[in-house]
């Protein structure tokens, strides 16, 4: 599954940096992440960054993108071919 920010998040600026595909981003009123650019860190850490950072604890599971580690690893491999 990609990741979602709750309505919860403070805006405190530290997940942003902490993503490797750049999937996250400033939105109208709150930081969002991109399902299309989200591997939950899958072949990056053994983490998720933007998790482990939060202070608030707003980042969970996106139930509208569910997939498999597998599905995530074929992601990561895409988006950093050539990089």
């Given at each position: 599954?990609a990741l ?9 600026d530290?997940c942003?940096?902490?993503?490797p ?7 109208e009123l ?6 299309g650019?989200?591997?939950?860190c ?5 983490t998720?960054q ?10 969970p599971?996106d139930?509208e993108h569910?997939?498999?580690?597998e ?7 895409q988006l950093?071919?050539?990089?």
């Amino acid at each position: 599954m990609a990741l979602i920010i709750t309505d919860e998040c403070i805006n405190c600026d530290v997940c942003e940096p902490e993503c490797p595909n750049d999937a996250i981003s400033m939105g109208e009123l709150i930081y969002i992440i991109d399902p299309g650019l989200c591997t939950e860190c899958v072949g990056h850490f053994e983490t998720s960054q933007c998790v482990e950072v939060c202070p608030v604890d707003c980042i969970p599971l996106d139930p509208e993108h569910k997939e498999s580690k597998e599905e995530l690893m074929e992601k990561y491999q895409q988006l950093t071919v050539g990089k």
